[in-house]
């Protein structure tokens, strides 16, 4: 869940010159203040500017939802969960290639701190936005709806200048301000530490290193994957179970899949990178040209001329591995706005030297349009000039494959 700060534009961003598409791994954007191309959601990420990173000590007692090896409330259990919440973190912190990362910017995560108050996180009653990044296992929210395990909510700027409570000015438009992760405490759900999750008592628990590490990510700005193995599909695994491996000293992004990999590439870079360097870009179009003409037009001047919502993925010929995943949808030129529909996509960050597989299939699988509404709906606004509507993805065609040359 997401909410755009509203304040007076100080600066513009320039954006690029040719039309971007929608970018490998779906990432969460926001609209600029006065109009414009959708802007990744994003870190500033800088030395000066650590991300500042807490969690809430307040936890559920009765019953007790948060499992540990150590005794509940004892001081070893919060350090067991200060260490899984860590673990989780160091997941993302240990991928190569990016500038989200140890060697690139030693220190950028900085330490982890702790409140005691239960609702240190953005509360539905209270709207606390304090600018602060906070995790909270005991605190009710209107989110919690049915089957909701835990939940994420950013807040982005929409401006330079852009801040709010204790986050320092934005510097572009897209820029992470406010993160605060929600588990629920209801007693509906139980959440076990790695420890505890092998012990006979969590067998009916659920990770919270898996869920953590799926959190963190819509931290980092993304959305969710449709890719099955990926730590950013909607589902979480089932109780007694984890995704991936377990993170180590010599594979700290063990549980990630090369999707969740890839992803984070697309989104902080490592300009200095050379082996994450290739891309394929193309539509997603249907054989018959007019079988899109009889849908509303999103916008003045625009149309639908493409696939919008269809999964692409691109797989590496010789392991089979799902390298990198994409929702077709759209370009954008950032000197002739509005958005066109068109069934752009663009797997970027690719690792070269290696021969690829392209599929694209409807997205009817466990995870539908629905997971991915808060994505779609982030490229309109009442920001967007001119306003525009987001059609509905389409799931109604069947791929086939062309004979090659």
């Not at 500033?44 to 936890?59: C, E, F, M």
């Not at 999103?298 to 590496?316: L, M």
């Amino acid at each position: 869940m997401k909410r755009t700060l509203a304040i007076a534009t100080v600066f513009f961003i320039l954006a690029a010159s040719w039309p971007p598409p929608a970018s490998a791994y779906l990432a969460d954007t926001t609209i600029p203040q006065g109009g414009g191309c959708p802007q990744l959601d994003r870190w500033n990420l800088s030395v000066a500017s650590p991300l500042n990173r807490r969690w809430s000590t307040s936890l559920p007692s009765t019953p007790q939802t948060v499992l540990t090896l150590a005794s509940a409330g004892s001081g070893a259990q919060i350090t067991e969960i200060a260490q899984a919440i860590s673990d989780s973190f160091g997941v993302w912190y240990g991928v190569s290639g990016t500038t989200f990362n140890a060697t690139t910017y030693p220190g950028l995560i900085g330490p982890l701190g702790q409140v005691s108050a239960a609702n240190s996180c953005t509360d539905d009653q209270q709207n606390n936005v304090d600018g602060l990044n906070t995790i909270c296992f005991n605190e009710p929210s209107e989110g919690f709806t049915s089957g909701v395990l835990a939940f994420t909510r950013i807040l982005t700027a929409n401006s330079p200048g852009a801040s709010v409570g204790s986050s320092a000015p934005a510097s572009f438009a897209g820029q992470i301000l406010d993160a605060d992760t929600l588990f629920r405490g209801d007693g509906q759900a139980t959440f076990a530490t790695p420890g505890a999750l092998a012990a006979p008592a969590g067998v009916g628990a659920y990770d919270l290193e898996s869920l953590l590490t799926h959190e963190i990510g819509h931290w980092l700005g993304f959305d969710h994957s449709a890719v099955w193995r990926a730590i950013m599909f909607p589902f979480a695994p089932p109780p007694g179970q984890f995704l991936g491996d377990r993170p180590t000293a010599q594979i700290p992004d063990g549980p990630l899949a090369d999707d969740d990999r890839t992803g984070i590439r697309v989104l902080y870079p490592d300009p200095n990178d050379a082996v994450n360097v290739g891309e394929i870009r193309g539509r997603v179009v249907p054989a018959n040209p007019f079988a899109l003409a009889l849908l509303p037009s999103p916008s003045p001047g625009s149309f639908v001329t493409g696939i919008f919502g269809a999964q692409v993925v691109a797989v590496d010929a010789s392991t089979g591995a799902v390298i990198a995943g994409a929702l077709s949808g759209w370009s954008c030129n950032a000197s002739s706005p509005p958005l066109q529909f068109d069934g752009s996509y663009d797997l970027a960050r690719l690792p070269v030297g290696h021969s690829y597989v392209l599929y694209a299939e409807p997205l009817s699988g466990l995870a539908g349009p629905g997971d991915f509404s808060v994505a779609f709906s982030d490229f309109c606004s009442a920001n967007a000039a001119p306003p525009c509507t987001t059609p509905a993805a389409n799931t109604n065609f069947n791929a086939r494959i062309l004979p090659g040359p």
